[in-house]
């Protein structure tokens, strides 16, 4: 069995009416929408990985700032075990650009509209953990 590690982040904006979002790149390949993350490389930590693959595929700058790290597995492939860890966290910047290549679109998604947006289960779970950490699950009234 070969082992795989990832991390990525939930990223959080408000805009200047209070409304939030949530940034979501959508692949190339196959099309779905998740969070944005990467594998780690040698002698990164989790954080470095997340902070890393966030400005790498979206070009947003975070600062892992909650206290959240959420973790799924699954099997991409037969004979691949997949670890993916999340941090949450929140930004100011607007900009967003996509990385080329490899990233179809990289969107601020309504808070409201995220999880009927994610493609993968493990991507909603994710979020609704994240949700409940900030006090927004289940998202009534936002």
Known sequence: MHYEKSCGALVLRRDE???????????????????????????????????????????????????????????????????????????????????EGEIAQVEWVPIEEAEASLTHENDKTVFRAAMKKLGLFPLVGI
């Open 17 to 99: 009416n209070d409304k939030k979002y949530i940034l979501m790149i959508r692949h190339k390949a196959g099309g779905h929408r998740s969070f944005p993350k990467g594998h780690m490389e040698r002698g990164e930590t989790e954080y470095m990985t997340a902070v890393r693959e966030v400005y790498e595929e979206t070009a947003v700058q975070i600062r892992i700032d909650y206290d959240f790290r959420e973790t799924v597995h699954y099997r991409p492939q037969p004979g691949v075990s997949k670890e993916v860890v999340y941090f949450l966290t929140e930004t100011a910047q607007k900009e967003i650009r996509p990385r």
